[in-house]
T-cell receptor, first 112, second 111 residues
């Protein structure tokens, strides 16, 4: 059974600092997704990573995937207050099953 | 207009009542999903469907049932609601692997 773990669960950081959120998963998969959720809102797609070594960047966020280590990272560069949200990773359960298992989320708070 | 809609957006009901949450999509996607979100637990997959004749249980299907009435419609039912089913429920669609598109959510409270 696929398990997806994120850490940290909570992250409070100062504006301008860098930090990384980690997403580990327990079984083989080469499809991983990152989402953002603002309080009281729905989920918004950030990145789609579909192969080993995939790297995607959008603004101050960069996501990468290492399928051999079963690890994805979401790196935040020079954080700004607008990045405050909860970030989720989700993993395809394997072999293109299109059954997605989510991590518990990382609640990020960027302090001015 | 929103691509994925959910009705109702908020619902308060009593223990033992039957309730249905509805999801409609205009994206033309075959794959549809129901998730439940509890604080601190992320999203848990309840049921998913790849077409009107293909329904699959997710991680937490007990106490729930679904109906795929058409490609565009996927309903979630709680036959006899209980308080620990109080949660935020999301419907989502998928275009076959690139990402999921989520509805706005239904906040359900069971008293």
């Amino acid at each position: 059974e696929l398990k997806v773990e994120q850490n940290p669960l909570f992250l409070s950081m100062q504006e301008g600092k860098n930090y990384t959120i980690y997403c580990n998963y327990s079984t083989t998969s080469d499809r991983l997704y990152w989402y953002r959720q603002d309080p009281g809102k729905s989920l918004e797609s950030l990145f789609v990573l579909l192969s080993n070594g995939a790297v995607k960047q959008e603004g101050r966020l960069m996501a990468s995937l290492d399928t051999k280590a079963r690890l994805s990272t979401l790196h935040i560069t020079a954080a700004v207050h607008d990045l405050s949200a909860t970030y989720f990773c989700a993993v395809d359960a394997g072999s293109g099953t299109y059954k997605y298992i989510f991590g518990t989320g990382t609640r990020l708070k960027v302090l001015a | 207009d929103a691509d994925v809609t959910q009705t109702p957006r908020n619902r308060i009901t009593k223990t033992g009542k039957r309730i249905m949450l509805e999801c409609s999509q205009t994206k033309g996607h075959d794959r549809m999903y129901w998730y439940r979100q509890d604080p601190g637990l992320g999203l848990q997959l309840i049921y998913y469907s790849f077409d009107v004749k293909d329904i699959n249980k997710g991680e937490i299907s007990d106490g729930y049932s679904v109906s795929r009435q058409a490609q565009a419609k996927f309903s979630l039912s709680l036959e006899s609601a209980i308080p620990n089913q109080t949660a935020l429920y999301f419907c989502a669609t998928s275009d076959g692997g690139t990402q999921q598109f989520f509805g706005p959510g239904t906040r359900l409270t069971v008293l």
